[in-house]
T-cell receptor, first 113, second 114 residues
C-alpha cells in the first residue's frame, strides 16, 4: 500500500466549477500535511498547509481528518490557471531533527473554457 | 520566485562523465533534500541532510554522492550514470524543529544521460 494515495484523475472541469481532491495516508505518525501544485516541467510549489481546524485561502480550502487519515482540497470557482497537478504531501518525522516529505502521486486538473 | 537556486538548469552527460549538481539556499533552513522526479510521477526522496549531516539515504546507488559543504549549500556528485537516471533532480530546503514545516523547492536540474 502506498504511504500517500491520491486519485490521479484527470479531472476535467469547466471554468467556474467547484472541484474536490482527496488524499489518504497510511502512517499514523505523520505530522504535517500540505498541498503542493506542480505545473508541467516546473518544480512543486507550496499551495497551502493543512490543519485539523481547516485552512482557507481565497478559493482554496484544505481540511485534515486525523482519525480517518484523510486530507482534502476544495477549489471553488475554478480558473483556467488552476490547471496543474496537485500533490498531497505528508511529513514523517524520524528524529527530533529529521523528517521527510512523502508525496502522493498527484491529481491532474484540467480546467476548460 | 523560488529562494532555492539550482544549477545547472539542464545537463546532458555521457555514462562515463563525472558531473555535479549544485543547490543553494539563504533562508537559514537547516534541512536540505534531494529528490528525483521522472515524467508523470511524483518526486521520490533520495537524501536528507539535517544540520549538515546526512540523515536519510533512501538506498540510492553509489553513483550518486551527496555533499553538504555548509548550511547553505548542497551538492550531488554524479558518476557513471545510466540512461535510466535521466530525470528532473529537485533540491528542497525546510526549517527544522519539533514540528514539520513546509519545504521549498528549487527549479530543478533536468538531467539527460546519453
Amino acid at each position: 500500500r502506498k504511504e500517500v494515495e491520491q486519485d490521479p484523475g484527470p479531472f476535467n472541469v469547466p471554468e467556474g466549477a467547484t472541484v474536490a481532491f482527496n488524499c489518504t495516508y497510511s502512517n499514523s505518525a505523520s505530522q504535517s500535511f500540505f498541498w503542493y501544485r506542480q505545473d508541467c516541467r516546473k518544480e512543486p510549489k507550496l499551495l497551502m498547509s493543512v490543519y485539523s481546524s481547516g485552512n482557507e485561502d481565497g478559493r482554496f480550502t484544505a481540511q485534515l481528518n486525523r482519525a480517518s487519515q484523510y486530507i482534502s482540497l476544495l477549489i471553488r470557482d475554478s480558473k483556467l490557471s488552476d490547471s496543474a497537478t496537485y500533490l498531497c504531501v505528508v511529513t514523517i518525522r524520524f528524529s527530533s531533527n529529521t523528517g521527510k516529505l512523502i508525496f502522493g502521486q498527484g491529481t491532474t486538473l484540467q480546467v476548460k473554457p | 520566485d523560488t529562494e532555492v537556486t539550482q544549477t545547472p538548469k539542464h545537463l546532458v552527460m555521457g555514462m562515463t562523465n563525472k558531473k555535479s549538481l549544485k543547490c543553494e539556499q539563504h533562508m537559514g533552513h537547516r534541512a536540505m533534500y534531494w529528490y528525483k522526479q521522472k515524467a508523470k510521477k511524483p518526486p521520490e526522496l533520495m537524501f536528507v541532510y539535517s544540520y549538515e549531516k546526512l540523515s536519510i539515504n533512501e538506498s540510492v546507488p553509489s553513483r550518486f554522492s551527496p555533499e553538504c559543504p555548509n548550511s547553505s549549500l548542497l551538492n550531488l556528485h554524479l558518476h557513471a550514470l545510466q540512461p535510466e537516471d535521466s530525470a528532473l533532480y529537485l533540491c528542497a530546503s525546510s526549517q527544522e524543529g519539533d514540528r514539520g514545516t513546509e519545504a521549498f523547492f528549487g527549479q530543478g536540474t533536468r538531467l539527460t544521460v546519453v
